[in-house]
């Protein structure tokens, strides 16, 4: 359900917590495997850098952040805490629970939190969500349950996209270019 401009700034306003999956929202959905020299398998995937700054902008201006994936990955959660994310949730499928236990340590409301997210598994919480966003390259059910649909693709920027909209809305962009001045 598209919400008109004026509403998504309505609600880009009061959020003060910004979640995500990773797979497909911050990486492309491609997923990369090698087993290293002791057996163990590893797993590789790229996080766009725009979106990884963006998620450092949004924490150091205040907001909450936190991630919700399905999948386990060392490197993505290594790459999280450098980017100052507070919640980071993997090897979880039961996203609405995820969010519902992040609100209430957070104690924040629905109508504060925004979502991003690409499939199936999404749904739940964007649902939920005062805003649910998805990139251009979600599954077809989500660009039709999305409250927001970012032009950029999953791992090209979308979160990035969303985030300086959010910045702007609250009043925070200028902060952030001040710093590159």
Known sequence: MRLSPAERARRLAKIRLVLTDVDGVLTSGVIYHFVDTAGELVEFKGIHSQDSIAMAW?????????VISGRVSKGTDARLRLLKVKHIYQHRLDKADVFAE????????????????DDLTDLPVMRRAALG??????????????HWVVRARGGDGAFREFAEALLKRQGLWDAILARYR
């Open 133 to 146: 966003v998805a990139p251009a390259s979600a599954r077809p059910e989500v660009l039709a349950a999305a």
């Open 102 to 117: 992040i609100l209430a340590k957070e104690g924040l409301a629905p109508e504060q939190a925004a979502y991003l997210g």
């Open 58 to 66: 949004l924490a150091e201006s205040g907001l909450t952040t936190g």
